[in-house]
């Protein structure tokens, strides 16, 4: 029973995904905010079910995602940073020296989102600014992509939290 229920959410959290990964080519901003929140997901995959679970939805997920959503940009964010962050987030958590955490956090972060802007541009073709766009854009969404990280690291803090103390005794009794 508890591989079956396993497979069973992880198969219906990776349908879950794709359809708001899709959702997400609806308007601009969508193709940053669903990522993050099928990243939410992670977390209770992780806690509930062990971080392979987690792995292997992130990495279905992304393999679908490629295929049936046309936004390659929500994708990309999804597969380069969102969906595997939150799986990893405890363990960059566990680096005592605060400076050094900080550091891998924004360097994974960073390069991430560069990574995967690169592929929009030279793989989709899909460019980063409009001709006649200034290139002070580039600077601005990078500033803006860093604050919207620090929200989101502390969400995540927040949203585990949460979990552990509202959700998770719940979700284990129902499918464990």
Not at 6 to 13: E, H, Q, S, T
Not at 59 to 65: E, N
Not at 136 to 158: E, H, S
Request: proline share 3%.
């Amino acid at each position: 029973m508890k591989k079956a229920a396993r497979l069973a959410v992880c198969g219906i959290i990776t349908a879950l995904s794709v359809v708001l990964l899709f959702f997400g080519g609806i308007a601009f901003v969508l193709a940053y905010i669903m990522p993050m929140l099928i990243g939410l997901l992670a977390i209770m995959l992780k806690r509930t079910f062990g971080a392979a679970s987690a792995w292997i939805t992130y990495a279905a997920t992304s393999l679908l995602s490629f295929v049936l959503v046309p936004d390659k940009e929500c994708v990309l964010m999804y597969v380069m940073f969102f969906g595997f962050y939150p799986i990893i987030h405890d363990s960059l958590n566990k680096i005592k020296i605060s400076p050094l955490k900080v550091l891998s956090k924004f360097l994974i972060f960073n390069i991430a989102v560069f990574a995967a802007q690169l592929l929009l541009i030279f793989v989709f073709g899909i460019p980063f600014l409009e001709e006649g766009e200034g290139k002070w854009l580039i600077i601005l969404f990078t500033v803006l992509m860093n604050i919207l990280f620090v929200m989101y690291d502390k969400i995540l803090v927040v949203l585990t939290r949460l979990y552990e103390i509202k959700l998770e005794k719940k979700i284990r009794k129902l499918f464990l």
